[in-house]
């Protein structure tokens, strides 16, 4: 009896092997497929052409990737238990379930950083060089801030509420000209944050920021 080996292999954290009747499992995701994204699977069995492989869900869609030989993009569609199973030339070689999550919605923060209860001393705010998005939880998905309105608000007797439309994460000239002008009682809003995620290319509106200066 032929012994056939095949590894699968999900883009992310860290590896873990199983050995069962010659099978390797190496899952860099603890078994974790994500809604909205394509999740890559690569999967290679000792013995097969990738061309000999059929792979199939029980639900979404998998489909041989366009440009890497040997990798599958599975597309799931509800949440729950997944199951994947490898076959070549009629015999089933091995099948393994997935846990299909939604990815969270992300927050925007001050260049990765969260201060609570959003109070910021005048040095570590003028530090800072743009906003950035980020999940909570452990989301394969990457996003970007592409624009985002910034109000500086002076305390009594300093001057008039400032509002100026950031285009990019950065901090454009007239943003750095607002966030060096903070002193201690000024307040700070970050509104409209505009991000735009990896998972399906469309801009969303994400929850504001505000940043009393200490």
Not at 21 to 47: C, E, F, K, R, S
Not at 145 to 169: H, W
């Amino acid at each position: 009896m032929k012994k056939s080996i095949f590894s699968i292999v999900l883009i992310a954290f860290y590896a873990i092997s199983v050995y069962s009747q010659a099978v390797t499992v190496a899952n860099t995701n603890m078994n974790l497929v994500y809604i909205g994204i394509d999740n890559p699977i690569q999967i290679t069995a000792q013995g097969y052409e990738a061309s000999d492989l059929a792979v199939a869900v029980s639900q979404g869609s998998i489909a041989p990737s366009a440009d890497k030989k040997g990798t599958f993009i599975w597309k799931v569609s509800a949440t729950g238990t997944a199951k994947i199973s490898v076959s070549a030339k009629g015999k089933l070689l091995y099948e393994t379930d997935f846990m299909a999550k939604r990815i969270g919605m992300p927050i925007a923060s001050l260049n990765n950083n969260t201060y609570s209860p959003n109070l910021i001393k005048v040095e570590k705010f003028q530090e800072q060089t743009g906003l950035t998005a980020i999940f909570n939880d452990k989301s394969t998905t990457s996003c970007n801030v592409t624009s985002y309105e910034l109000t500086m608000v002076p305390s009594k007797d300093k001057g008039d509420p400032v509002t100026f439309k950031n285009r990019g994460a950065s901090f454009n000239p007239p943003a750095i000209n607002l966030v060096g002008h903070a002193e201690s009682g000024f307040i700070y809003y970050f509104d409209n944050i505009q991000v735009r995620c990896e998972q399906n290319g469309e801009e969303m509106k994400v929850a504001p920021l505000v940043f009393a200066i200490k």
